[in-house]
T-cell receptor, first 110, second 111 residues
Framework: GENVEQHPSTLSVQEGDSAVIKCTYS??????FPWYKQELGKGPQLIID?????GEKKDQRIAVTLNKTAKHFSLHITETQPEDSAVYFC?????????FGSGTRLQVQP | DVKVTQSSRYLVKRTGEKVFLECVQD?????MFWYRQDPGLGLRLIYF???????EKGDIPEGYSVSREKKERFSLILESASTNQTSMYLC??????????FGPGTRLTVT
């Protein structure tokens, strides 16, 4: 089955800096790669996703890049703000259901 | 907006009890999922359902069963709760483009 690895497990940045979270996947059939943000006491919420026919996608301060050859994809957050502090999960979908990474706890220091 | 609700935010049960976790979605989605979330392990798929009365095992189905009698409702059942089932349980409903919408979660403690 699919295996998704996510790094780093924790990330601390200063407000205004950029943050990058990286994921790798194993199943070459995977073709959908969403990113979720989970705030304390809430369920994960979809923030951006990318499909295999696209190399990069942007939404304001958030961008995701996909390298299908290397089987990795990354989340980039620019101009970080304290409200970006949360746990972020990557996921990959291929033959069956989503497989999630283990999560990254992002702390933005004011 | 899609709304996914879960019957309880917090539950405390004793070992051996039968536990029901309920999930309801209001967007007429066909696909629904149950995950458990544990620190450092991310979200792991327990069971999912592609239609009413249809179910399929996920990656960690042992000790769990599910029921989907109506399209909007997907229930997770712990037949005999054990302490290693103490966890956060998340339900999700899937849209047409594979995007998943999560409920707020149920934190279950088995003592």
């Amino acid at each position: 089955g699919e295996n998704v690895e996510q790094h780093p497990s924790t990330l601390s940045v200063q407000e205004g800096d950029s943050a990058v979270i990286k994921c790798t996947y194993s199943d070459s059939a995977s073709n959908y790669f969403p990113w979720y943000k989970q705030e304390l006491g809430k369920g994960p919420q979809l923030i951006i996703d990318i499909r295999s026919n696209v190399g990069e996608k942007k939404d304001q301060r958030i961008a995701v890049t996909l390298n299908k050859t290397a089987k990795h994809f990354s989340l980039h957050i620019t101009e970080t703000q304290p409200e970006d502090s949360a746990v972020y999960f990557c996921a990959a979908a291929g033959r069956r259901a989503l497989t999630f990474g283990s999560g990254t706890r992002l702390q933005v220091q004011p | 907006d899609v709304k996914v609700t879960q019957s309880s935010r917090y539950l405390v049960k004793r070992t051996g009890e039968k536990v029901f976790l309920e999930c309801v979605q209001d967007m007429d989605h066909e696909n629904m999922f149950w995950y458990r979330q544990d620190p450092g392990l991310g979200l792991r798929l327990i069971y999912f359902s592609y239609d009413v009365k249809m179910k399929e095992k996920g990656d960690i189905p042992e000790g769990y069963s599910v029921s989907r009698e109506k399209k909007e409702r997907f229930s997770l059942i712990l037949e005999s709760a054990s302490t290693n089932q103490t966890s956060m349980y998340l339900c999700a409903s899937e849209g047409q483009n594979y995007e998943q919408y999560f409920g707020p979660g149920t934190r279950l403690t088995v003592t």
